[in-house]
């Protein structure tokens, strides 16, 4: 069992002593305050299709590993992870500094819909969702999709390119948590780095 060592992350305990990927969730366990919260203080929405599912403002977004650090922060100290994954809940943001720093990892992720990585991908834009039911070019989009690239910024994405970035809560606090163990965040914010809060959603 790992154990947190990192002093600005105290208020959280082992990943590991918590079944969340478990529990199960309705629309009304959600309070104006927790849903107030995310949409002022995330990217995050709750999607009115599942239940505890939710997906970013834009299908794919693309962010800095500054904004991921930001974001991993601002979903551990949300009232949804204090009150449905409480080992993890984060009681104060730190102050922090990101430094400019060549990093070496280009992939994070929290659950098989819930990864971002950085470098090229196929370009399915146009082609799937509302905007691909009435664009007369969407076969051939996805038949040949383009090859884009994404060097500076991680690019959300589901199960493939294709796919929107999407999980229940306690998959986006997995990926909270491997944002702040990666080796990136060792290089450019070493006073996040928590290693014991690395895991293996999948």
Not at 5 to 11: F, I, Q, V
Not at 66 to 76: F, K, P, Y
Not at 108 to 128: L, P
Request: proline share 4%; net charge negative.
């Amino acid at each position: 069992m790992s154990t947190i060592k990192n002093k600005l992350l105290s208020s959280m305990y082992s990943l590991f002593e918590y079944p969340g990927a478990g529990y199960s969730l309705a629309d009304e366990a959600f309070t104006d305050d927790m849903l107030g919260y995310t949409k002022l203080n995330t990217i995050l929405r709750l999607s009115r299709s599942l239940d505890d599912w939710w997906v970013t403002k834009e299908d794919n977004p693309h962010l800095s590993w500054a904004e991921l650090i930001d974001l991993s922060l601002r979903i551990l100290h949300a009232p949804i992870t204090r009150v449905f994954v409480q080992n993890l809940y984060l009681e104060n943001i730190p102050d922090y500094t990101v430094k400019d720093v060549k990093l070496l990892e280009n992939y994070v992720g929290g659950a098989k819909r819930v990864n971002f990585r950085r470098g090229e991908f196929y370009n399915f834009s146009g082609a799937v969702g509302v905007e691909g039911l009435f664009n007369p070019k969407a076969k051939e989009i996805l038949m040949n999709p383009p090859k884009d690239s994404s060097y500076d910024k991680w690019r959300g994405h589901g199960k493939d390119d294709s796919c929107c970035v999407e999980g229940n809560w306690y998959h986006w606090c997995c990926l909270a948590c491997n944002v702040l163990a990666s080796g990136n965040t060792s290089l450019c914010c070493p006073e996040l780095y928590e290693p014991a809060l690395s895991n293996d959603n999948y």
